[in-house]
């Protein structure tokens, strides 16, 4: 059975910091490329990060390019998404997905229309000012 599971989101002041992370089952992090994704109130759903399983090169979003950072615990089985230096304007729910590929071939930082296989349920983020 495949399920993706996110944990580590929060409340965080601006500027501050929070680790989140997609626990997999079902199949391993290593094998499919994984994605970070959230999805502001009022605004489309959009790609943060995705890491690849061919060779785990990892992609950003230029709004984010610099502060987060992506990378996989292959023993743990989990994906990893740090964030720094949170904005208010990072304040999302933040989802991690997959769509079997090997590679993170769609485009980051612009509204994401393609079916993903796999979606967890997500987790809030909150940066206040």
């Known amino acids: 059975q495949v399920q993706l599971v996110e944990s580590g989101g929060g409340l965080v002041q601006n500027g501050g910091s929070l680790r989140l992370s997609c626990a997999a089952s079902?199949?391993?992090?290593?094998?499919?490329?994984i994605a970070w994704f959230r999805q502001a109130p009022g605004k489309e759903r959009e790609g943060v990060s995705c890491?690849?399983?061919?060779?785990?090169?990892?992609y950003y979003a230029d709004s984010v390019k610099g502060r987060f950072s992506i990378s996989r615990d292959n023993a743990e089985n989990t994906v990893y998404l740090q964030m720094n230096s949170l904005k208010p304007e990072d304040t999302a729910v933040y989802y991690c997905?997959?769509?079997?590929?090997?590679?993170?071939?769609?485009?980051?930082?612009?509204?994401?229309?393609?079916?993903?296989?796999?979606w967890g349920k997500g987790a809030q983020v909150t940066v206040s000012q």
């Open positions: 890491i690849s399983s061919v060779d785990a090169s990892t």
């Open positions: 997905a997959t769509d079997k590929s090997k590679t993170c071939w769609y485009p980051l930082g612009v509204p994401h229309h393609h079916d993903m296989d796999y």
């Open positions: 079902g199949f391993s992090v290593d094998f499919y490329a």
